[in-house]
Every structure is written in structure tokens, then in C-alpha cells.
């Protein structure tokens, strides 16, 4: 589980979100993606992008399952890349 | 037989079968068996992705972000769960629960505060459309793989991208004018286009005819009509062939003047047929399109390269680039202008940029570094008064300091305002060239929306105040000894030539098909022709201008 704080000048938009859900689905078990009290499956986009997350926002990034170390790193350099 | 009048705007025959394209708005409910939706539901979904894979390995950078976002929202498993979910609790039909569960989600994201997720609402639409139509059998523009004549109520600027010359033999439409962006593009591929038909009584299949010239649509031709057609078309194609003699000649007027072929262009593939037609430069090179089907803006890296390629390809002619003109009948996703009463009077090109200054910025980055790999010229649009040039002009110099360029850059206007026209002995002094965009010199001098069918006649350039302007803006290029172009749809005229190559102009900027017709046409013609000149300035209406250019 990590934290990660948006800064990006978009939010969390269509791409970054789309590079997530992809990594998401690729991995055998759950990704949940946590903003306020409102969590969802970091598998779908539409479910990532339905957070509305904002310049601002803080979200917190839960990975379970075999291998989630590596899927964390993978989810991290995403959001670096994004300047986030 | 039917026979239905139109608006021409793209030059040409085109003969083919009837395709009828039709974007959908609603979706009825109707009771069914939900194992068989579901199946049908499951089958329609793979076919689409299917066919997405496919576009993916064709799409080009533009337009591989789209294909790619779709291709995620359609295996999206909230939306994917959600069909499911209604299928089984309401029985309904494949179509309907696609379209529900589109709406719904598309719903969560219309209530967001954000612009920028409010307008995903949209995508999420049209991606729950295209499975819909997958399920119904509907056609749709990307389905095209043999040769027809396109129909449709109109069509927006990312599905006439989708064009292609090969299948789309002419397209009809019941809305869009002369200068939308279809129409552009329409004529850029050389693809006959007539707008403003009625489409009432057509049905998919039906054998048309559409020609430019006789300005109709005819549907389900008797077969000596449908020869006497064939062969016009043919006689076309001859002209066409013999108008090759003039590839890579150069443009010289009767009398030996040269006066430049340039082509209006939007993207690189644009820029490839300018030099294929042997243009002698880029008169205009639209830059809107870069910035359009897309989430964001394109960074100065993205707009470097392709300046930079454009100028490559032409190696070393006169690139002249027009900065960003949004606003009007041009929006984009990222960019919110807010919604105005009169667009075209509002937030438009260079005003926005000035407003909004860093997509400006970025762009004139871009600019300034490309032009160390050729003869890059900057053109701001919609310039109404000095004030603007000036800001406009600081701008540059600005960011020409911070990146420490030592090369001179030439910086022009577009003359598309009456109020530029008026002030361009004052505008003349303080840049390179001028470029005349008629097709918004007429609408705003005029006053007539150039989309609005019922003043669509008064929309002209043979209009007599129309042809003062122009007169008036010449006449203060050449005082100041600056480079004089043209860019709007007039360039291309036949008829108006003579008068435009006698008043002086240095340029005449043309859609890349016309200009092999355009330099053949400037062969015929002298340059000096005070005559000419002296009996436009006494002609007093559209008939009479039209008269004095019969005669000569």
C-alpha cells in the first residue's frame, strides 16, 4: 500500500489512468485505488477516472496478491512519470 | 430517378453506391431472452475489439491515443459489468443495455466539476455507440472498404479525418458549409463534395451520382444518364493528365512574372502532395488539427518535430505557419472558451492566445526552433487591430530572447477582418507579408454566417465590397513593398485570376489539388492589366463583376 499525491496540472486523466488500468489487469490479483472514503477497482478505467482525481488530491494504491511488490514499482513509475 | 439540388464546395464526379451514415441519439427499450443478448452482447464485443487491434496498427500518432482509450473502455470491466447487471434485472435487448450502462456512467462524469472529466462523458457515449451499432449492423465510417458516395446529416471534423480517398468516392450532406472543416479536408483529397441536399428518400445501396459542376445529387440514374456520366468523368481525368505537363515547371504568368503556387496544408501528409503537385511553398499550414483529437495539448517537442519534418519536406521553400486558430466553429476538448452567444464574434485565434498566453507560448517555441531547418515564416490569424500585432509581435521577440536565436524570423498576418483591411497601410509597416483568408473576409464584411444556408447568397467574393478590401489591401502591400498572398477558397478561382495577379499578388495559396490547375490557369494570363483593374473599381454588383471578368 502506498500514497501518492497528485500534482500533475490534469489530475489523474485518460492516460496515466489507461497506463494504470493495463498494468492492473495484467496482474492476477486486486489493485483497489482509495480517494476520501470512495474505493474502486484499479482494473477499470472508467472506475479510476470516475474519482475525479484532481491536482491536489491524495489517493492511496492497494495491491494484494503474488508478486505485488513488483506491480507496485510498475504503478509507481507511472505516476512519476505523470509528475505526480 | 431522383435529382436533388445542392451546394457545391468540392470540385469533381463522383459516382458510386449510396452509403447512409447516421449518428444515433437514443436507443428503445425492447423485451428479450437475456441468454441470447447476452451472447449477442459477448460476440459484439469481440468483433469490436477485434477491429480495434486492426486500426491500432494503421493509426497514426493522432489518432492512436483514441484508438487506444477505446480500446481500454471497451474492455473496461465497470462498463462490461454494468451491461451484464442490466441485462439480467430489466430483459431487455443487447442494444439497449449498452446504451443504459453508456449513459450511466457517462452520467458520472457529466456531474464532475472538472472540464476536463466532464467531457470523457463523450467518449464513453461514443464508445458505447460503436458496440451498439456492431450489435444493429449499423454502418459507420470506418466500416467503408469498397466504393461509395458518403451521406450524411453532417460530419464532424474526426470522422472526415477518417476519409478515405480510395472508398469515398463524393460525400453529401444536408448541413456544413463551404468552409467547414469537411470541407477542407474534402478538397485537399481532391473527394467531390456538394452540401445543403436534402436526403430525404435515400437508401443505403442506391446507385448516385454527385457532380461539382451541374451542382446535384442524382439517385438511381437511368443507364444513359448514368454513361453520359461516366464518360464526363473520364473527360476530367483526361484534363487532369494533361494539367501533369506543369508539375515542377515554374509559375510564370503570360508576361513572365513568376508569381508563387503555394498549397494550404494541415499535416504532414498534406505537405508530402504539396511537394508531390510541385507547390512552390506552404502558404498556409492550419496548425488547428495538431491540436485536435487529442486529451491535452501537443508539447513544443511534438510541434517541433512536425514543423520541423514539414520544413524538411519541402526543403527549403517558404513555409508559412499559421498559429493556432481555435474559437469559431473550432473547439477542442482541453481548451474551455465557455460557451458564447456569437462565437465567430468572440473568443477567436490570436484573440484567445493573447488571453490565454501560454498554448501560445509553447507554440512559438516550437516555431522559433524549427525554423533553423528551413524558411519558416509565422502568420497570426484574425488580427483586427495594431495593438494586437503588437502584443502578438512581443511575444515572439520574448521568447526568441529566451532561447537565444539570433536568426531573424519573417512574421506576416492574415487579413481576414475588414478592420485589418482598412488598417493595413498602418498593419503593412510592421510585418513581412501579408496573406488574405477570404472565406472570413467575406463572412465578417458581409455579415453573413458562412454555415447559415439562408444567406448563403450573399456570400461571395465577387462581391464588390468585398473586392475593395481586397484592392485596398494590396494597394498598401505593395506601397510598403512587402509580400503579398492569398489564402481563402478566391486563390483557387479561375475567374478571379486575372484580377488577382493584376493587382500584384506575389502568391496565391491553393488546396494542393489546385495547384497544377492554378499554375496552368496563371500561364493564361498577363500581369499587367490596368484595364481590368480600372473597370473592377467601376463594376457595382456581384452581376457586373462577374461581366467585367468575362470580358476581361
Known amino acids: 500500500m502506498f500514497k501518492v499525491d497528485i500534482n500533475s496540472e490534469n489530475g489523474l486523466h485518460a492516460r496515466p489512468a489507461g497506463m494504470i488500468a493495463k498494468i492492473a489487469q495484467a496482474f492476477a490479483g486486486e489493485v483497489k485505488i482509495k480517494k476520501g472514503d470512495k474505493e474502486v477497482d484499479a482494473k477499470s478505467i472508467m472506475s479510476i477516472m470516475s474519482l475525479g482525481i484532481q491536482k491536489g488530491d491524495s489517493i492511496i494504491v492497494d495491491v494484494i496478491g503474488m508478486g505485488s511488490e513488483l506491480i507496485e514499482g510498475k504503478l509507481k513509475e507511472v505516476f512519476d512519470s505523470f509528475g505526480e | ?552
Open chain 2, 1 to 552: 430517378m431522383i435529382i436533388k439540388k445542392g451546394i457545391p464546395i468540392s470540385e469533381g464526379i463522383g459516382i458510386g453506391k449510396a452509403f447512409v451514415y447516421q449518428k444515433k441519439k437514443e436507443i428503445e427499450k425492447q423485451e428479450a431472452i437475456c441468454a441470447d443478448e447476452k451472447e449477442k452482447f459477448h460476440h459484439a464485443l469481440e468483433s469490436k475489439k477485434k477491429e480495434l487491434e486492426e486500426e491500432l496498427l494503421q493509426a497514426t500518432d493522432l489518432k492512436k491515443e483514441i484508438v487506444e482509450m477505446h480500446m481500454q473502455m471497451i474492455s473496461d470491466p465497470m462498463f462490461y459489468d454494468s451491461v451484464l447487471e442490466i441485462l439480467e434485472n430489466e430483459e431487455c435487448n443487447a442494444s439497449y443495455a449498452v446504451y443504459k450502462a453508456g449513459q450511466n456512467i457517462a452520467e458520472i462524469f457529466q456531474n464532475m466539476k472538472d472540464e476536463y472529466f466532464k467531457e470523457r462523458a463523450l467518449d464513453i457515449r461514443d464508445i458505447s455507440f460503436k458496440i451498439i451499432d456492431e450489435l444493429e449492423g449499423n454502418q459507420s465510417i470506418d466500416d467503408i472498404k469498397e466504393e461509395i458516395i458518403l451521406f450524411a446529416d453532417e460530419l464532424f471534423p474526426s470522422d472526415a479525418l477518417n476519409l478515405n480517398k480510395k472508398y469515398v468516392k463524393a460525400i453529401v450532406t444536408s448541413k456544413g458549409g463551404k468552409t467547414s472543416h469537411t470541407a477542407i479536408i474534402a478538397k485537399n483529397e481532391g473527394i467531390p463534395f456538394l452540401s445543403f441536399v436534402d436526403l430525404s428518400d435515400i437508401n443505403p445501396g442506391d446507385m448516385a451520382i454527385v457532380s461539382f459542376d451541374d451542382e446535384k445529387v442524382i439517385i438511381s440514374p437511368d443507364e444513359a444518364l448514368l454513361n453520359e456520366y461516366i464518360s464526363k468523368k473520364e473527360e476530367k481525368e483526361q484534363e487532369e493528365l494533361r494539367l501533369l505537363e506543369f508539375k515542377g515547371k515554374e509559375s510564370l504568368s503570360l508576361d513572365q512574372k513568376p508569381v508563387g503556387v503555394y498549397s494550404n496544408i494541415s499535416n504532414v501528409k498534406d505537405a508530402l502532395k504539396a511537394k508531390e503537385n510541385t507547390a512552390d511553398g506552404i502558404g498556409l499550414f492550419r496548425t488547428e488539427f495538431i491540436y485536435s483529437n487529442r486529451s491535452s495539448a501537443p508539447t513544443e517537442e511534438e510541434q517541433f518535430e512536425l514543423y520541423k519534418e514539414v520544413l524538411q519536406i519541402m526543403e527549403g521553400k517558404t513555409v508559412i505557419i499559421r498559429t493556432i486558430d481555435i474559437g469559431g466553429d473550432k473547439h477542442l476538448d482541453y481548451i474551455d472558451i465557455g460557451k458564447e452567444d456569437n462565437p465567430f464574434l468572440g473568443m477567436r485565434a490570436i484573440r484567445y492566445c493573447l488571453k490565454e498566453e501560454g498554448i501560445f507560448r509553447t507554440q512559438i517555441r516550437a516555431l522559433l526552433r524549427a525554423s533553423q531547418y528551413g524558411d519558416l515564416k509565422i502568420m497570426f490569424p484574425m488580427i483586427s487591430s495594431l495593438e494586437e500585432l503588437l502584443s502578438a509581435k512581443k511575444i515572439v521577440e520574448e521568447e526568441k530572447e529566451n532561447l537565444e536565436i539570433k536568426k531573424p524570423i519573417s512574421i506576416g498576418i492574415m487579413i481576414e477582418i475588414p478592420s485589418a483591411a482598412i488598417l493595413s497601410d498602418i498593419l503593412a509597416k510592421h510585418v513581412d507579408f501579408f496573406s488574405i483568408g477570404t472565406n472570413d473576409l467575406i463572412q465578417y464584411t458581409l455579415a453573413a454566417d458562412r454555415m447559415n444556408e439562408s444567406v448563403s447568397y450573399l456570400y461571395s467574393y465577387y462581391n464588390p465590397a468585398v473586392l475593395r478590401l481586397i484592392k485596398m489591401t494590396a494597394d498598401s502591400a505593395k506601397k510598403a513593398g512587402i509580400h503579398l498572398g492569398i489564402c481563402g477558397d478566391m486563390a483557387g478561382d479561375e475567374k478571379i485570376l486575372p484580377y488577382l495577379i493584376a493587382l500584384g499578388f506575389d502568391e496565391l495559396s491553393v488546396p494542393t489539388s489546385k495547384v497544377l490547375k492554378t499554375r496552368y490557369n496563371l500561364s493564361r494570363h498577363d500581369s499587367k492589366n490596368e484595364e481590368l483593374i480600372k473597370n473592377m473599381g467601376n463594376a457595382s454588383t456581384e452581376q457586373e463583376v462577374l461581366k467585367t471578368l468575362k470580358n476581361g
